[in-house]
Nanobody, 124 residues
Framework: QVQLVESGGGSVQAGDSLRLSCAGSGGTFSNYAVAWFRQAPGKEREFVLG????????FYGDSVLGQFTISRDNAKNTVSLQMNNLKPEDTAVYYC?????????????????WGQGTQVTVSS
């Protein structure tokens, strides 16, 4: 089972950009689809973006189309989330997740491995 560790969160102003990284260890990273989720206080965990095992396909959540991009490097066991033009409503804890499943990849229940989360705060 792969273990995941996120980094790169912080506090920024609206309109700024931020890049989150997730490092995997303990498994064959290319066996896993990976995704970013986020959870704001009092809200359910929300799917942000996902990447297929090879990185050839990207799956978008409804709220970030065109604003965020995902990239992965299987040689380095890393996946990144580039967030541009951040808004206060993007404030949340962001989680990296990985799964060997092939269905329902926009749902938290499909993922077995989770990072500890990293806080992103966007002020207006």
């Amino acid at each position: 089972q792969v273990q995941l560790v996120e980094s790169g969160g912080g506090s920024v102003q609206a309109g700024d950009s931020l890049r989150l990284s997730c490092a995997g260890s303990g498994g064959t990273f290319s066996n896993y689809a990976v995704a970013w989720f986020r959870q704001a206080p009092g809200k359910e965990r929300e799917f942000v973006l996902g990447s297929s095992r090879t990185g050839g396909s990207t799956f978008y959540g409804d709220s970030v189309l065109g604003q965020f991009t995902i990239s992965r490097d299987n040689a380095k066991n890393t996946v990144s989330l580039q967030m541009n033009n951040l808004k206060p409503e993007d404030t949340a804890v962001y989680y990296c997740a990985a799964t060997e499943r092939k269905a329902n990849l926009n749902k938290p229940s499909a993922y077995d491995a989770w990072g500890q989360g990293t806080q992103v705060t966007v002020s207006s």
